[in-house]
C-alpha cells in the first residue's frame, strides 16, 4: 500500500500510497501533503497541522495549505478533530516538562519552571464567567488558545494495519542504518 517516498536527515517524510487511482482528480501538491500526514501521524492517525510551517517545508502559501486540507476533508481522507477544554488542558498536562527550566514559578499544567506566570481562567473562561484561574506558563496559555488544529486521518482497518507495519518496517530500517 505505501512506500516511502524520500528519507533522509532534511528532508520530509511523505508516505505515497500504492492504492490504484487513489490519485485521481487529486491536485499532486494536495497528494503530497496527505504523504506527509500518513509519515506524521501518531498511533491514534492523528496529526497536528502547523500550516505556517507546512507552507515554508513546501514552498507554498497558508491558503494553499487550506485547500490541499479542505479537498482531503471533501474527499473523506481527513476530519478535524473538535478538542473540549478538558482535553485541550489535559494534553498540556501531559508534555512532562515538570523541573525543567529555571524560574522560580511552576506552571500548573506542565510543570515547568518560569519567570512568568499567566492567570488563565479556567476550568470556565473568563468570557463565559468564569471566575476560577489557574496560574499557567506563556506557552500552556498560548497553546490552549491557539494550539494547531488536529486531523484525523480516516483509514480502514487494513490501511491502519497496512500503515503501521509500513512504519514499523521504516523504524527498524533507520535503526540498522544508524548502529552500523
Same mark, same amino acid.
Given at each position: ?36 500526514? !500518513? &509519515? $506524521?501521524?501518531?498511533?491514534?492517525? *492523528?496529526?497536528?497541522?502547523? #500550516?505556517?510551517? =507546512? ?44 523541573? !525543567? &527550566? $529555571?524560574?522560580?514559578?511552576?506552571? *500548573?499544567?506542565?510543570?515547568? #519552571?518560569?519567570? =512568568? ?64
Amino acid at each position: 500500500m505505501h512506500k516511502l517516498l524520500e528519507r533522509n536527515e532534511d528532508s520530509l517524510i511523505i508516505i505515497v500510497c500504492g492504492e490504484k487511482d487513489f490519485y485521481k482528480g487529486l491536485n499532486p501538491n494536495a497528494g503530497l501533503f496527505y504523504g506527509l500526514l !500518513l &509519515g $506524521l501521524c501518531n498511533d491514534s492517525f *492523528q496529526v497536528s497541522v502547523d #500550516k505556517a510551517k =507546512i507552507a515554508k517545508d513546501f514552498v507554498a502559501s497558508e491558503v494553499s495549505v487550506s485547500r490541499w486540507i479542505s479537498t482531503l476533508k471533501h474527499r473523506k481522507l481527513i476530519k478535524e478533530v473538535k478538542r473540549t477544554s478538558e482535553q485541550i488542558a489535559e494534553a498540556l498536562k501531559k508534555k512532562g516538562l515538570s523541573g !525543567l &527550566g $529555571l524560574g522560580g514559578k511552576v506552571c *500548573q499544567w506542565c510543570g515547568i #519552571k518560569t519567570a =512568568i506566570l499567566h492567570k488563565h481562567h479556567y476550568p470556565v473562561l473568563k468570557s463565559r464567567g468564569g471566575k476560577e484561574t489557574v496560574d499557567i506558563c506563556p506557552n500552556c496559555h498560548s497553546e490552549f488558545h491557539c494550539g494547531l488544529p488536529i486531523y484525523q486521518l480516516i483509514l480502514t482497518e487494513q490501511q491502519q494495519d497496512e500503515l503501521r507495519l509500513f512504519k514499523e518496517e521504516m523504524q527498524c530500517q533507520t535503526q540498522k542504518n544508524t548502529t552500523g
